[in-house]
């Protein structure tokens, strides 16, 4: 009971702040998750809960969504999931962690010190930063960097930078999902887990995007640049 008690608290809060962000669920749960019961148990479960959080946030900024901005991330993923699934055969995953850690917490100590106009990067870097995302996430599991760095890089409205991540991390998540389905990852204690969790999960990410509409667009990256600097900081120390 008490685990399932702090499961419920966990995401919650992992709610809370992907419904504010549109990220980061997955960077708070399951680190803590992992503190209560075993890793393969707490990711499939994470992901699980990640999943309906991005879908329940995505039918609340649909109307946000454009296709556009999602399709170049989501299909330069796709080959990027294939390096880093070579990568992570040849190449020391530590040093990938260690490498992005710092880059994370530089490129954001640098934007939250400084205020540089948006660059308006052109849609190749879309597929670039889908490549990247792709590849980590299959070496290293931390793949959202890439693409957050380059939504919040745009000139795009404060939803419109929300609708995007979310959509392009919904379609991940249903893929990893399908994945984890297929192979066993699963299992009949997970899926009841899940059930027992799922409206605490709800519960945080209309919270969370209710706080979200208090914040203007100055606020919200800074909250999303604090975010990447502990997310430096937990790829620096794993």
């Known amino acids: 009971m008490i685990v399932l008690a702090l499961s419920c608290l966990i995401f919650f809060v992992s709610g809370l702040i992907q419904g504010l962000t549109g ?18 148990l707490a990711v499939p479960l994470a992901i699980l809960n990640g999943t309906i959080i991005a879908t329940s946030m995505t039918i609340g900024l649909r109307r946000t969504m454009e296709r556009r901005k999602i399709l170049p991330m989501l299909i330069g993923s796709l080959p990027g999931v ?4 070579f990568l992570l055969k040849v190449a020391d995953p530590v040093g990938i962690n260690r490498a992005m850690g710092i880059m994370l917490i530089a490129i954001s100590a640098i934007n939250l010190t400084f205020k540089p106009r948006p660059l308006n990067p052109h ?11 792709g590849a980590i996430s299959a070496s290293v ?10 939504a919040t890089s745009t000139d795009w409205k404060k939803n419109e930078i929300k609708a995007t991540l979310t959509g392009f991390f919904m379609l991940n998540s249903y893929i990893t999902v399908a994945v984890h389905a297929f192979s066993g990852v699963i299992t009949r204690d997970i899926l009841i887990s899940f059930a027992l969790t799922l409206g605490f999960v709800l519960l945080g990410t209309q919270a969370g995007s209710a706080l979200s ?14 975010l990447l600097i502990v997310l430096g900081a937990v790829m620096l120390i794993r």
């Open 23 to 40: 990220f980061g669920g997955g960077l708070v749960a399951i680190p803590l998750l992992c503190l209560i019961m075993d890793a393969k």
């Open 82 to 85: 294939l390096a880093g699934t």
């Open 123 to 133: 849609v190749f870097w879309g597929y670039t930063a889908g490549f990247f995302s």
């Open 141 to 150: 599991g931390a793949g959202g960097p890439p693409v957050i760095l380059y």
């Open 213 to 226: 509409g208090r914040i203007n667009r100055q606020g919200y990256l800074q909250i999303i640049y604090l």
